[in-house]
């Protein structure tokens, strides 16, 4: 069954980085493009980055472009998310999540992690 | 931007039928997918490609989509069915969620 394991979060400080990872498996990953979404707490979903397959193509949402790189390793089966100048704001639980296609863009989200929480606080 | 509108919430009673709107500028025109999201949990996808239900997911769950409203629609809603739903769409290159929906099943 697919599972997705996400790894990496806890407290960072304000203008401080921090990377997520997110191990897949029970499917063939290079053959699916990936996700982040993250929640705040209370708050709505709201989607991060999307990386192709084979990790030519990426998208971010607009808060993040700049700050936050998608990356993946289809060797290992895992999908990455680099942070950067973090602030208050990225506080959220971020969920990796499969893509249904290879593509980035049109695609939805057939399945999800069970999420890791990014607190920035000083 | 393609904004994303649901209503904060929705009640309905156990065995009628709840219904669920998402509005935005001719989102007939794009595909919208609905996910289930209950306390504590992850996100579970419940409708894709505006009216394809996923292997798992019961029949009382179905949806729509023309004009600028998508709407999912829960037929003889159960309490399990209780739960917050984000309608998604694309819009230029990114994905779009609606606000939530909190379901109550009274």
């Not at chain 1, 950067?84 to 695609?107: H, I, M, P, Q």
């Not at chain 2, 009628?16 to 001719?26: N, P």
């Not at chain 2, 409203?69 to 209780?82: N, P």
Request: glycine share 10%.
């Amino acid at each position: 069954q697919v599972q997705l394991v996400e790894s990496g979060g806890g407290v960072v400080q304000p203008g401080r980085s921090l990377t997520l990872s997110c191990a897949a498996s029970g499917f063939n990953f290079r053959r699916y493009g990936m996700h982040w979404v993250r929640q705040a707490p209370g708050k709505g979903l709201e989607w991060v980055a999307v990386i192709s397959d084979d990790g030519s193509d990426k998208y971010y949402t607009h808060s993040v472009k700049g700050r936050f790189t998608i990356s993946r390793d289809n060797s290992k089966a895992t999908l990455y998310l680099q942070m950067n100048s973090l602030r208050a704001e990225d506080t959220a639980v971020y969920y990796c999540a499969k893509a249904d296609s290879r593509k980035a863009v049109t695609s939805y989200f057939d399945y999800w992690g069970q999420g890791a929480l990014v607190t920035v606080s000083s | 931007s393609s904004d994303l509108t649901q209503p904060p919430s929705v009640s309905v009673s156990p065995g009628q039928t709840a219904s669920i709107t998402c509005s935005g500028d001719k989102l007939g025109d794009k595909y919208v997918c609905w996910y289930q999201q209950k306390p504590g949990q992850s996100p579970v996808l419940v409708i894709s490609q505006d009216t394809k239900r996923p292997s798992g997911i019961p029949e009382r769950f179905s949806g729509s989509n023309s004009g600028n409203t998508a709407t999912l629609t829960i037929s003889g809603t159960q309490a399990m069915d209780e739960a917050d739903y984000f309608c998604q769409a694309w819009d230029s290159n990114t994905v779009v969620f609606g606000g939530g929906t909190k379901l109550t099943v009274l």
